[in-house]
T-cell receptor, first 110, second 114 residues
């Protein structure tokens, strides 16, 4: 019962913006959208999360559509170190363990 | 400046020989998790603790057990490892009561079963 759908893989040229889409058409009103990434041989790392407003932090921007059925994670200037698997996760706020889907493998190419 | 520390980084055990993986944290978080990640797959939640309250996932095999003697430490015990248990085991922490789920992960222990 996957709650999110992401492309299996994407490529991005170094220095360009990486736009990673996520479909979550069955999202409930109290569910947040979270993004984590996992660089090879490391544990996953929190990137950003949002409910309905667009969010930005030092790592990325999160754009959520008005109907909340999809979102896009934007890495504004991708570097080789951004090569990783990116996971989009939907779950209610607080005290709910993360369940990972298959994610998108992003390859940043020089 | 590691916050969630897993030792060892690599662990080799024999088929059927009990093995224990350890995790410690300096964040004073009350929630700790164990995930299993097999090659080319997403991390899969095995169980988690809210303080000393243990929460097992329904499909976690009985072969997997966990102990949390105090806030800082958590152990994963595999009683009789099989070849199919070879995987990366990830420990994570979070703070209950936060308005969102920000987990801090360790670097994992890669378990090989011979």
């Amino acid at each position: 019962d996957a709650k999110t759908t992401q492309p299996t893989s994407m490529d991005c040229a170094e220095g360009r913006a990486a736009n990673l889409p996520c479909n979550h058409s069955t999202i409930s009103g109290n569910e947040y959208v979270y993004w984590y990434r996992q660089i090879h041989s490391q544990g996953p790392q929190y990137i950003i999360h949002g409910l309905k407003n667009n969010e930005t932090n030092e790592m990325a921007s999160l754009i959520i559509t008005e109907d909340r059925k999809s979102s896009t994670l934007i890495l504004p200037h991708a570097t080789l170190r951004d090569t990783a698997v990116y996971y989009c996760i939907v779950l209610p706020s607080g005290n709910t363990p993360l369940v990972f889907g298959k994610g998108t493998r992003l390859s940043v190419i020089a | 400046d590691a916050m969630v520390i897993q030792n060892p980084r690599y662990q080799v055990t024999q088929f059927g020989k009990p093995v224990t993986l350890s995790c410690s944290q300096t964040l004073n978080h009350n929630v700790m998790y164990w995930y299993q990640q097999k090659s080319s797959q997403a991390p899969k939640l095995l169980f988690h603790y809210y303080d000393k309250d243990f929460n097992n996932e329904a499909d976690t095999p009985d072969n997997f057990q966990s102990r949390r003697p105090n806030t800082s430490f958590c152990f994963l015990d595999i009683r009789s490892p099989g070849l199919g248990d070879a995987a990366m085991y990830l420990c994570a922490t979070s703070r209950e009561g936060e308005s969102f789920e920000k987990l801090f992960f360790g670097s994992g222990t890669q378990l090989s079963v011979l």
